[in-house]
């Protein structure tokens, strides 16, 4: 059947005279051999045809796809679920983490989990030989730590400096010259590599991990204690440079020496803290006639910044330095001129206008900043300062350049820009900056540069606040749904910073919802917010349906103060609270359990305020109660307020009241005016 309908199709292309092309080719025409290949092939020509109006078919280039082209493609079609935990979380429903403490438990958790597999898989290796991954990933299978050549060579030398053991590469080395082996200069500057980067000493089987979370802890750290932190952290890492180790022995061992060598041992000096041998070394090198590489001028500028010199001579060797680079014809580089920014932080005032400098030279030789660059710069400008005595038109200028651009990791710290930005925004209190530095968050992937998870926390935190001091009530409640608790979780502080501004907007109806959701993030047991949500509900009276909602909303607050948790083996009852939950027990027409109320300032020696009483002789009176009435006079008395006289008054005058209970009264006020006067007394004597 097939091949019929294609003998038809061949006869009326012939009887119509048009060409053939590719597989279709037949007595009436051959396509050529150059339509299989890219490029532009025209038509072949056939006698009688008319081939006015036919089209040049172009056959376009092989286009070679990203490996995970496919999945960015689907990736593309997903938006962001604002119902749902964040993606890190989505593991076990039961684990799903409620606030931010939990949610770092469960990222250390994880962490953990994920550093002890890989400690089980290289501990034995032999029993994960299975490759299951397709492709091939290496880094899920093991690693082999234990070096195979046994015996005093040059390969066994290599093959200890490639598994990182520091120790055994040495004693190899010894060995080697012990036995009268030279080794090649090569393998030399490779061992140097590795004791200049682990100075001198045994990385640890987490050493990554500890790194990293180093970079972290010194990033976050202020700059009063800056150098403190440093000094702690390379000594808890083993980052301290000793002198007389095995890198600089070797070092002087060595029969030659090249510019590699005197570059790793200058960078290793830097990064462990030694910048007096680094720059002595140098020294050393420009004496031997030797160039340095951009790295280590960048580590050079590092170690002039760490000299205990003043700012003005430390500025002028950083431009010795740029001098130098150029007489080497040195080309600087991206992090070239980041070290530069990132020295010029310690500058304080007067490293502002280096900073603009250094920022223009920049872009004048063809380097594209990064998001560190002018996270540093912000930095610079933002430092210890308020608002009015900085510089405001700087962040302005800088989200200008950046409104729009798409940016890609090009250093370590482009992942500090939001936070300092978002930091700026929530000190100038502009709204409007804060939108345009959110909105650059949002373009393309730069969501990617928000960073770990409390630096997320920051940023969101500062942005949400900004919103709710500034913006409509309405905007502020959608962008309460729209970030929590799917983007971060609310602090305390995050969620009074919104009370007030329901209060500021006269929304209050709004408090029951929101602390049904303080609730599943973890604030039961915030004793300033719940203190909060009740001054607001007490402050005024509202409608009959919203004091039940009040009065509903009291309730689930005063039994997170009766519950019995880990945290509060006792309830603790504040006196603020207990006169507010009362009152609005009053309100909402729940008489019995306001007086059950009454009874906890006895129990727990806490004083009520008049005001409470007030509402109490009223509820009182509207049910025609005498014997409240009385109760409540005879509470003040005991606590000896001087509202106690007034009260008996009231009781006197609104209730029926049989001689006895007046008789009691009376005493009961006699003896409030004779404490309170014996109490005056005592103050007069102590005068």
């Known amino acids: ?229 440093k000094k702690k952290a390379g000594h808890q890492f083993g980052g301290t440079w000793r002198a007389k180790n095995n890198a600089e022995r070797i070092f002087a061992l060595m029969p030659e020496k090249n510019a590699h060598s005197y570059c790793t041992m200058i960078r290793g000096m830097v990064k462990h803290r030694a910048p007096v041998q680094a720059l002595n070394l140098y020294t050393e090198l420009l004496n031997n006639r030797l160039h340095v590489d951009v790295c280590t001028f960048n580590s050079l500028i590092e170690a002039t910044a760490m000299m205990n010199e003043k700012f003005e001579d430390k500025w002028n060797n950083i431009l010795e330095l740029l001098k130098q680079m150029v007489a080497q014809k040195v080309k ?55 608002p009015s005595k900085g510089s405001p038109l700087v962040i302005y200028d800088i989200m200008n350049e950046l409104t729009g651009k798409k940016f890609s990791p090009r250093d370590p710290d482009d992942g500090m820009f939001f936070q300092s930005a978002m930091r700026v925004c929530s000190y100038l209190r502009d709204l409007e900056l804060a939108y345009q530095v959110h909105g650059l968050l949002n373009t393309g992937d730069n969501r990617k540069f928000i960073g770990p998870d409390h630096r997320r926390n920051f940023y969101y935190s500062k942005f949400f606040n900004l919103l709710c001091l500034m913006e409509q009530i309405d905007v502020t409640l959608k962008w309460y749904k729209d970030l929590i608790p799917s983007v971060f979780f609310p602090h305390s502080q995050t969620l009074i910073d919104l009370l007030q ?81 009362a009152i609005l027990f009053l309100r909402a027409g729940r008489t019995q359990e306001a007086w059950k109320m009454l009874g906890l300032f006895r129990k727990h020696n806490k004083i009520p305020r008049n005001e409470l009483l007030n509402e109490f002789m009223d509820s009182a009176k509207a049910s025609n109660s005498p014997a409240q009435a009385i109760e409540l006079v005879k509470l003040a008395s005991a606590f000896s307020l001087p509202i106690c006289e007034s009260l008996s008054r009231r009781v006197m005058i609104d209730f029926a009241i049989s001689p006895e209970q007046k008789e009691a009264l009376g005493n009961l006020t006699a003896s409030t005016s004779d404490s309170s006067s014996d109490s005056d007394s005592d103050i007069s004597e102590g005068k």
């Not at 025209?42 to 009688?48: I, N, R």
């Not at 920014?341 to 280096?354: H, I, T």
């Not at 920022?359 to 660059?373: D, H, N, Y």
Request: aromatic share 10%.
């Open 1 to 229: 059947m097939a091949a019929a309908s294609s003998v038809r199709w061949l006869r009326v292309r012939c009887r119509l005279g048009l060409p053939l092309t590719g597989r279709r080719a037949g007595p009436c025409g051959r396509a050529p051999s150059c339509r299989f290949y890219s490029g532009r092939a025209a038509l072949p020509k056939v006698e009688g045809a008319d081939i006015t109006g036919i089209e040049e078919v172009v056959i376009p280039k092989r286009k070679t796809w990203d490996k995970v082209a496919v999945l960015q493609a689907l990736a593309s079609t997903v938006n962001r679920d604002t119902t749902a935990a964040p993606h890190a979380f989505q593991d076990d429903p039961y684990l799903i983490p409620t606030s931010s403490v939990e949610s770092r438990s469960f990222l250390l958790a994880k962490k953990s989990g994920e550093n002890a597999a890989k400690f089980i898989i290289n501990l034995h290796p032999k029993y994960f030989q299975k490759d299951v991954a397709e492709p091939h990933i290496p880094c899920l299978m093991p690693e082999y730590f234990e070096p195979q050549i046994e015996d005093i060579s040059e390969a066994a030398l290599k093959e200890r400096i490639k598994l990182k053991k520091v120790k055994a590469s040495v004693d190899m080395f010894d060995q080697l010259l012990q036995a009268g082996t030279t080794v090649c200069l090569e393998t030399t500057n490779s061992l140097l590599d590795l004791l200049c980067y682990y100075g001198d000493q045994e990385p640890s089987a987490d050493y990554h991990f500890q790194q990293s979370e180093k970079s972290e802890e010194l990033d976050e750290a202020t700059e009063e204690n800056k150098e403190k932190s």
């Open 332 to 386: 600087p580089n991206l992090q070239t001129f980041n070290t530069i920014l990132k020295c010029l932080r310690r500058f304080y005032a007067f490293g502002k206008l280096p900073a603009l400098h250094t920022l223009r030279e920049m872009k004048a030789i063809g380097i594209e900043p990064s998001l560190a660059t002018y996270h540093y710069i912000i930095q610079l400008f933002y430092q210890y300062e308020s």
């Open 501 to 581: 501004a329901l209060d500021v907007a006269n929304r209050l109806e709004m408090i029951p919802q929101i602390w049904k959701g303080h609730k599943e993030y973890g604030h039961t047991f915030r004793n300033d917010l719940k203190e909060e949500i009740l001054m607001l509900m007490t402050r005024d009276r509202h409608p009959a349906e919203l004091q039940v909602a009040f009065a509903d909303c009291a309730a689930d607050i005063k039994s997170t103060y009766e519950s019995q948790d880990a945290r509060q083996t006792v309830p603790d009852w504040p006196v603020n609270p207990l006169n507010y939950i």
